[in-house]
């Protein structure tokens, strides 16, 4: 059997996360289709659990998934899934060691395509397969795409239209006053000349006549 390989890697993670979960008594491609996993491409993750040794001919349970995939605690599930990684690759175990879970992806896709006769397509599938479940094992972690954030739209404030007047006029806005005519005022300066010998009385008529005659005037 060639090495398993499909165009949605993402596909194999999602049926290991799921079988973790609940393990169907047959895995089958009705299995897979209920699912929702790989649309018309449930065949190849049939391919690639019989490949792992999960699941056997008939779509049963393997005795070794068995005790591997109930395992609930992360670290105690990887190391043990990476043993069965391990042995259906055992190929590329045997001429790498354990740096075959940190190969480059050309190399692997050069181990794939020489082990198999496969072409350049397929071996960068078989490649991308066995990058995802070295993730599964714990041994590699799967660089993310990068994901640009949808902008969120910053709720606009409508603008609060100015309540206006029966005139039509902001009735907002300061009312200015209709300006009145400035008022005008003018100032009399007064120039007395007295002699030096005026008397008193002289004194007090000339001021009793400004007063009488200009001041009470006004």
Not at 42 to 55: A, G, T
Not at 56 to 77: C, M, P, Y
């Amino acid at each position: 059997m060639s090495h398993p390989y499909i165009s949605g890697f993402a596909n194999i993670a999602a049926i290991i996360d799921q079988l973790r979960k609940s393990f169907p008594q047959t895995v089958d491609s009705s299995t897979i289709k209920k699912l929702g996993i790989a649309p018309k491409n449930e065949s190849y993750v049939i391919n690639c659990l019989q490949f792992l040794s999960i699941i056997d001919e008939d779509g049963k349970k393997t005795e070794e998934a068995g005790r591997v995939f109930s395992l609930h605690k992360d670290n105690d599930f990887q190391a043990a899934f990476s043993k069965m990684v391990e042995k259906a690759y055992h190929e590329l175990h045997e001429l790498h060691g354990d740096e075959m879970w940190s190969l480059s992806k050309p190399d692997l896709v050069t181990f794939f395509r020489s082990s198999d006769q496969t072409s350049d397509a397929i071996g960068n599938r078989q490649a991308g397969v066995f990058q995802v479940l070295a993730n599964k094992s714990g041994k590699l972690e799967v660089e993310q795409k990068n994901v640009i954030p949808k902008k969120i739209k910053q709720p606009t404030t409508k603008k609060k239209e100015k309540p206006t007047n029966k005139t039509g006029r902001d009735a907002t806005a300061e009312e200015t006053p209709a300006t009145s005519p400035k008022e005008f005022g003018f100032s009399i300066k007064v120039e007395i000349n007295l002699p030096s010998d005026a008397s008193a009385e002289t004194y007090d008529n000339i001021f009793k006549s400004l007063r009488k005659n200009i001041l009470d005037a006004g």
